[in-house]
């Protein structure tokens, strides 16, 4: 079956501190992939996505993503964290043709101030 | 501006009542969704619709129906709660089965 694994599920940083959330997924046909961020008391929100072409995307408010089909991974970055990125991130997947998409666990990040 | 609305956003039921959850969206989609949050679950799918009076299964669909009578609202029933479908329940839309969802801000549903 098609599931989604997300590594850590707490994440606590400083400010400034360089972000990197694994993602790892089972499926071997073609994939959409996605990152959502829930921020305390707001619904989910697309963060990035990935369809097709360059592996590496860019998303809102300075995140990136990149796809290595090898691995299987859809791993999210952030090269500098800020108090206002505290949120659960949720990795999804959803392969092309198909209905369901599939989240993982997500990971609570907590940035300090 | 895109826009999903849960009709409520705490509810607070008791064991074997019938429960509704209704969502609506405003942006045309297709395609509709309803999930539940569970810490360290993720979201799980629990039914979905890709046309009105067109609903299919998701992962987790016991326990639950949905009705789908006009394109932009989907209901969530329980037919008789359980204090394990104590849970967030998030509705979602897209535009096309293969796109980006678009959430409302969450049913929290307690059944004591």
């Known amino acids: 079956a098609q599931s989604v694994s997300q590594h850590n599920h707490h994440v606590i940083l400083s400010e400034a501190a360089s972000l990197e959330l694994g993602c790892n997924y089972s499926?071997?046909?073609?994939?959409?992939l996605f990152w959502y961020v829930q921020y305390p008391g707001q619904h989910l929100q697309l963060l990035l996505k990935?369809?097709?072409?360059?592996?590496l995307v860019k998303g809102i408010k300075g995140f990136e993503a990149e796809f290595i089909k090898s691995k299987f991974s859809f791993n999210l970055r952030k090269p500098s964290v800020q108090w206002s990125d505290t949120a659960e991130y949720f990795c999804?997947?959803?392969?092309?043709?198909?209905?369901?998409?599939?989240f993982g666990a997500g990971t609570r990040l907590f940035v300090k101030a | 501006d895109v826009k999903v609305t849960q009709s409520s956003r705490y509810l607070v039921k008791r064991t074997g009542e019938k429960v509704f959850l209704e969502c609506v969206q405003d942006?045309?989609?297709?395609?509709m969704f309803w999930y539940r949050q569970d810490p360290g679950l993720g979201l799980r799918l629990i039914y979905f619709?890709?046309?009105?009076?067109?609903?299919e299964k998701g992962d987790i669909p016991e326990g639950y129906s949905v009705s789908r009578e006009k394109k932009e609202r989907f209901s969530l029933i329980l037919e008789s709660a359980s204090t394990n479908q104590t849970s967030m329940y998030l509705c979602?839309?897209?535009?096309?089965?293969?796109?980006?969802?678009?959430f409302g801000e969450g049913s929290r549903l307690t059944v004591l």
């Open positions: 999804a997947v959803l392969n092309t043709g198909g209905f369901k998409t599939i």
């Open positions: 499926y071997g046909g073609t994939v959409n």
């Open positions: 942006m045309d989609h297709e395609n």
């Open positions: 979602a839309s897209s535009l096309s089965i293969n796109g980006e969802l678009f």
């Open positions: 990935y369809f097709s072409g360059d592996p």
């Open positions: 619709s890709y046309d009105v009076k067109m609903k």
